[in-house]
């Protein structure tokens, strides 16, 4: 194929590729004006950061909605490193979650969104650490893949690159590797093998977006006479909306990490420093030309352009349809270029826009298993032209020919059978279907690399012709039902095995030698669904039965199987995952799982089951009752049933000296002082019952929006310190406290096999009534003995502690559990028997 069809085929790819709810609604009138504004703009931007909810909105808007350029924000990561407000999902759930989000701004603020390979392995004290994890060469490659693709005239990064040790490791990364990329899109030398694909690219300048807020810390003056400054909060006439209040909208969607923002109305001032390039002093795209003149051919264009937008007739756009048709023609007939294939494509889509035309493709089933047939239905709609419908193709295997007339303004429904090719791949999100190492996702196949989600899963491409021109479109495949509260109802359809296996626990911990019956959950994605079940365990573990029969009539049907798993006599680690063969001799092993939440379309993902079994040498005092105040969501309580613990959930009614008094420890789940607002009435009561004997364990909270500064009986001040390689030493401070001693006697040991970090928002001070437990720091720093405070306070145990348990604890970390089951047993009982 010619490499230059391939560009534009990724390109459009890219377009295309953006998460939808539903089909595409009809774009209003003045809607339609904004776009043909757009299309006498031929300049692009690319914003540059490394997590979601580092892109400042504002910009993207300005330059997408208010300036009228291509615009897209590139990611470096997917968030999996974060945490999660809104649900359980965490790592790589929490990573597809994040993704959405970022579509979902996107679609407000007008941009568009990339990321590379990089996995979000927690916070990062500084470059160099964070690319001993990364793969350099190949983000590095990434960025330059994503400038290739889409020739940004100026990259802005979020993040200044000469500010290592300053900030997060990823921050100050992302601008390095962005300096770096500049001058290697440009080179042919570097990561040639993208040039089957795409040509060279040298952008005119690379920017820091900066603000006073970067200089707070840091001892040095800002200056704006410096920057380039521009106003990011004008009005928009035809959206109705000033730029702010549209970034603030988007900046909203970043629902899991808490970034709901107020909507932004009026003036506000955004800051841009030359970082490398050709310099400029009063604009971003100074002696950058943005017209026509870009395009061979556009002195023809242009004018044509203009008047389109000039004659535009809010109350008539279908009257601007031979002018745009006139000017597709212009741009079909023009030398091939970059610009020319976009503002073709953004032609077409006006051509719809102002014809009235509106489509869905709908299949019967949510869920359909490759080789099957896809019910199809197509509903198709015009008021304000003659449209044709041709023929409809799916994926590059199935044409099913139309030649249907549209009345106008009446809804045409055809359907259709198609058998689906075997070789459809299941929708799993790309960039985990391999296993993925700590710092990278595997992805082989380039055209996907950067790519926000999968490519539909059976992208279907309608040809048309309005008023006689020739126009395709294509569309992805929905499952819509009707829901009585909510109305229409959409969902994106998945390729799925025949049979799905889940185990409901992603750890499964043994405390003692007994065995434990382990769940297995079938679900057929077909009729008539059968065949056998196994599972597969490490060394040293045994399972029974061998097999299990399964026999499901009807999609969507379940059947539970029980398995028996013996652990081995010593403390260790293994997985175990499902086999299922099917009476025609295929093998699957994938699990199955739905994130559903209102803000994002449904993700269906595929991963194989994989379960991690943990022997553990652990020991429980007899404290075995605990109240858990829930905070952001975590799942140490699962955790801590799991090992025998009998843990019950307190809302805020169930916080009562009466109620209290019942449990042998408090626990208090992460930021729970940061999120709810009624920490500051309960803590008197926590407190209370510490005095009359209780041990209360609160888990890290960050000193930001803290709902009450008598965190502790006595003072203790939080801070930013934490430790984020997990491999870090541990030294212990009290080796003879009853915290290291009773019920399980700690050592160095314990701290091995933790994932992601030690602990995070430490305390820095504390009054000298807290006898600290542990000293730890990152390479390179200072030691910090903040991460675990213990203070008796009246016949009890206060505990504050930074530890992150919320990560060790479901990844079944041994030595986690048993400092932590230590802590729950702190009692003056406890601390007899450790004498």
Same mark, same amino acid.
């Given at each position: ?481 009707? /829901?009585?509260?909510? +109305? %229409? *109802?959409? =969902?994106?359809?998945? !390729? ?7 185990? @409901? ?111 553990? /040498?652990?020991?429980? +005092? %007899? *404290?075995? =009752?605990?109240?858990? !105040? ?7 309580? @699962? ?197």
């Amino acid at each position: 194929m010619n490499k230059l069809l391939i560009f534009f085929g990724l390109l459009f790819g890219l377009l295309s590729a953006q998460a939808q709810h539903q089909p595409t609604p009809n774009q209003s009138a003045s809607e339609i004006k904004a776009a043909l504004k757009k299309l006498n703009v031929l300049g692009s931007v690319m914003y540059l950061a490394a997590h979601p909810d580092d892109e400042n909105q504002r910009i993207i808007t300005y330059f997408a909605r208010g300036k009228g350029m291509r615009t897209a924000y590139l990611s470096l990561t997917r968030g999996d490193g974060g945490q999660n407000l809104i649900g359980p999902e965490v790592r790589e759930e929490l990573g597809v979650i994040r993704t959405q989000e970022l579509l979902a701004a996107r679609r407000i603020d007008g941009g568009e969104q990339l990321f590379t390979r990089a996995n979000d392995f927690g916070y990062s004290k500084n470059p160099d650490e964070t690319l001993n994890i990364w793969d350099k060469e190949a983000v590095l490659a990434d960025v330059v893949w994503a400038i290739r693709k889409l020739r940004p005239d100026v990259i802005i990064t979020r993040f200044s690159p000469y500010r290592a040790g300053k900030t997060h490791g990823h921050h100050t990364t992302s601008a390095i590797l962005g300096m770096e990329a500049f001058d290697a899109a440009a080179d042919p030398n570097r990561f040639p093998e993208q040039l089957e694909y795409v040509d060279t690219w040298q952008p005119k300048r690379i920017l820091w977006n900066t603000s006073p807020w970067f200089y707070r810390y840091t001892g040095e003056t800002f200056d704006p006479s410096e920057h380039i400054i521009l106003d990011a909060g004008g009005y928009d006439p035809l959206l109705g909306k000033s730029l702010g209040e549209i970034a603030m909208e988007a900046r909203s969607q970043h629902r899991c990490q808490g970034f709901g923002a107020e909507l932004s109305r009026g003036t506000h001032e955004e800051y841009l420093r030359h970082l490398k390039g050709d310099s400029a002093s009063k604009d971003v795209f100074e002696d950058i030309d943005t017209s026509w003149n870009r395009v061979k051919g556009g002195d023809k264009i242009a004018p044509l352009a203009k008047k389109v937008y000039d004659d535009f007739d809010m109350e008539n756009p279908a009257a601007s349809i031979p002018e745009l048709t006139q000017l597709l023609h212009l741009l079909r007939a023009a030398e091939d270029s970059y610009y020319v294939r976009l503002k073709t494509k953004e032609v077409e889509q006006l051509i719809l826009s102002c014809a009235g035309y509106w489509q869905e493709a709908l299949s019967k089933e949510y869920n359909l298993v490759a080789g099957d047939s896809l019910q199809l239905a197509l509903n198709i709609i015009q008021r304000n032209a003659q449209v044709q419908v041709d023929s409809i193709q799916l994926g590059n295997w199935g044409s099913i020919a139309i030649d249907s007339v549209l009345e106008k303004n009446t809804l045409t429904k055809l359907s259709h059978s198609i058998l689906l090719p075997t070789s459809l791949d299941y929708s799993h999100p790309y960039w985990l279907k391999e296993k993925e190492t700590k710092g990278m996702f595997i992805v082989q196949e380039q055209a996907l690399r950067g790519l926000p989600e999968n490519p539909y899963a059976i992208p279907a491409t309608i040809h048309l012709k309005v008023n006689g021109t020739s126009i395709t479109t294509t569309i992805p495949i929905f499952y819509k039902w009707i /829901n009585p509260a909510k +109305g %229409e *109802q959409y =969902r994106p359809i998945a !390729i799925t095995p025949t049979l799905t296996a889940n185990i @409901e626990e992603g750890v499964i911990t043994f405390a003692d030698d007994q065995p434990k019956e382990i769940k297995v959950t079938v679900k057929a994605q077909k009729d008539n669904a059968s065949g056998n079940l196994s599972l597969r365990v490490g060394k040293g573990w045994k399972v029974s039965p061998d097999v299990a029969s399964i026999v499901l009539d009807e999609k969507y049907e379940e059947a539970s199987f029980i398995f028996t798993v013996h652990p081995p006599k010593k403390q260790g680690v293994s997985n175990l995952s499902i086999a299922i063969t099917t009476a025609d001799g295929r093998a699957y092993e994938q699990g199955y799982k739905e994130i559903t939440y209102d803000h994002i379309p449904t993700q269906t993902l595929m991963s194989k089951t994989n379960t991690k079994l943990v022997k553990l /040498n652990i020991q429980r +005092g %007899e *404290q075995n =009752r605990i109240g858990y !105040i829930m905070g952001a969501g975590d799942l140490v309580p @699962e955790a801590l049933r799991a090992v025998g613990y009998q843990v019950d959930i307190l809302g805020n009614d169930d916080i009562t000296p009466t109620i209290l008094q019942r449990y042998d420890a408090i626990m208090v789940g992460i930021r729970a002082y940061n999120v709810n607002s009624r920490m500051k009435y309960h803590q008197p009561k926590l407190l209370e019952y510490v005095k009359n004997g209780g041990n209360l364990i609160i888990q890290y909270n960050t000193s930001h929006r803290l709902k009450t500064k008598e965190l502790g009986p006595y003072p203790l001040t939080l801070s930013r310190d934490r430790v984020t390689v997990e491999e870090a030493k541990v030294k212990l401070l009290q080796p003879n406290h009853a915290a290291m001693q009773y019920p399980n006697k700690i050592t160095q040991k314990d701290f091995e096999g933790w994932v992601q970090e030690r602990g995070l928002y430490f305390p820095s001070q504390w009054d000298a009534h807290y006898t600290p437990l542990f000293s730890m720091h990152d390479p390179g720093e200072t030691p910090k003995e903040g991460s675990t405070l213990i203070a008796p306070y009246g016949k009890g145990y206060y505990v504050y502690t930074g530890i992150s348990w919320f990560r060790e604890l479901p990844a079944g970390v041994p030595g986690a559990f048993r400092i932590l089951s230590n802590l729950i047993a702190l009692k003056q009982e406890a601390t007899d028997k450790s004498k």
